[in-house]
């Protein structure tokens, strides 16, 4: 009788510490079973054989219902976690606050989203370059003071006498994408570049953008319309005045640069109308030389090409005043300064049309 109440004590366990006290109060060191076990010896051989056997029934049946009770508290255990835990995929995204995207990164994005739309396709090529690539095939004359140890940061020497470059823009890349292929070409090209200068308007790393348009009848025409297009459309102002103005680059024949229209009233600068000029790219038909060099036919091909500094530009665009924070990896400026990741530029939204 004791027994059937024992086991449907353990059938009724709640909780595996309630069945684990079960076990002691029968099976333990001191429990019930375990005394009566050693009761045994005292018992005659007859009678000893006899209890014993029944012992061991109460013992195997005691031993089967811990088992199950085990398994069963397990399962329930698990199906408790398993209802807790439970995820609903279809909530919306819980915002953790934290991430920011760079406003380099965002401007880039601005820019690559504004010329994507024009047809252009994104290219990149490595930090590291060829004199080739940085310097000759883009008509840059060997006593240029470009090329000067001063303002340029050099490889080690390479066995053959030759040095690699931090390259000093990102024309390399255009010069690579030309010789790969044969126009029509029309590329923009995001990314670091490097140069020996550090104060408070220059850092040894910057970004640039750059951009190559090269076609049968590619003209000034077209370079004007495009980089009009790009800067009103960057800026966000339809009327935004823009200015081309005569200016000299080995690279291309003949160069302009261009100026935006703004306003400097009591020292502070204002991007629109207003009488007043900043200079935010530079920009030519690239040089029959450099045509030449890249493998493409000057008497078939023609182009434009383009560049400009992303800092300058972003730190126009987004006010922000000092150069050198672009790098201090301080979280209180990129939290201020910073972009949520889903604000994706698109000139579908209206943030940059
Ligand atoms: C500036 C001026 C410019 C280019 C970059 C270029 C590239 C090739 C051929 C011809 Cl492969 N030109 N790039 C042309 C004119 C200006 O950048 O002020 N950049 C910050």
């Known amino acids: 009788m004791e027994l059937d109440d024992t086991v449907q004590e353990i059938a009724a366990a709640p909780s595996p510490d309630a069945l684990e006290a079960i076990r002691i109060k029968v099976l333990g060191r001191r429990g ?21 056997a029944e012992l061991n029934t109460v013992k195997e049946r005691l031993t089967a219902a811990l088992a199950e009770a085990t398994v069963r508290l ?4 698990l199906a408790e976690r398993l209802a807790g835990e439970r995820a609903d995929v279809t909530l919306p995204v819980a915002f953790s606050g934290t991430g920011r995207i760079h406003p ?56 053959d006498g030759t040095r690699l470059v931090l390259r ?49 009848t590619s003209h ?11 800067c009103r459309a960057f800026f966000g102002l339809d009327d935004l005045p823009v200015r081309f103005r005569p200016s000299y680059f080995p690279f291309t024949e003949p160069s302009a640069e261009v100026d935006i229209g703004c306003s400097r009233k009591g020292g502070e600068l204002k991007i629109g109308a207003g009488g007043d000029w900043l200079e935010i790219l530079g920009s030519g038909m690239v040089h029959p030389q450099v045509l ?4 493409i036919d000057p008497a078939e091909y023609q182009g434009f090409a383009f560049g400009m500094g992303i800092e300058r530009i972003a730190m126009l665009k987004y006010g922000i005043p000092d150069l050198r924070t672009f790098y ?26």
Not at 34 to 45: C, G, H, K, S
Request: charged share 25%; net charge negative.
């Open 328 to 353: 201090e990896s301080d979280l209180r400026w990129l939290r201020h300064y910073g972009f949520l990741p889903l604000d994706v530029p698109s000139l579908v939204r209206g943030s940059l049309s």
């Open 32 to 52: 019930s079973l375990t005394l009566a076990m050693r009761e045994l010896a005292a018992l005659d051989p007859d009678e000893r054989r006899r209890v014993g």
């Open 104 to 159: 380099i990164s965002q401007t880039i994005d601005e820019i690559v989203a504004i010329f994507g739309e024009m047809g252009f396709a994104v290219a990149e090529g490595p930090h590291i370059e060829e004199d080739f690539y940085n310097f000759t095939a883009l008509n840059i004359p060997p006593e240029h003071p470009a090329r000067q140890e001063h303002d340029t940061f050099y490889l080690p020497g390479r066995p």
């Open 292 to 295: 030449k060099n890249c493998g």
């Open 168 to 216: 000093t823009h990102t024309s390399p890349v255009q010069v690579r994408t030309m010789l790969a292929q044969q126009p029509p070409i029309r590329i923009i090209v995001p990314g670091r570049t490097f140069r020996c200068d550090h104060d408070a308007t220059h850092s040894p790393m910057f970004h640039q953008v750059e951009g190559l348009v090269i076609d049968r």
């Open 220 to 230: 000034m025409g077209h370079l004007k319309g495009c980089l009009i297009e790009f």
């Open 74 to 77: 397990g399962r329930a255990e």
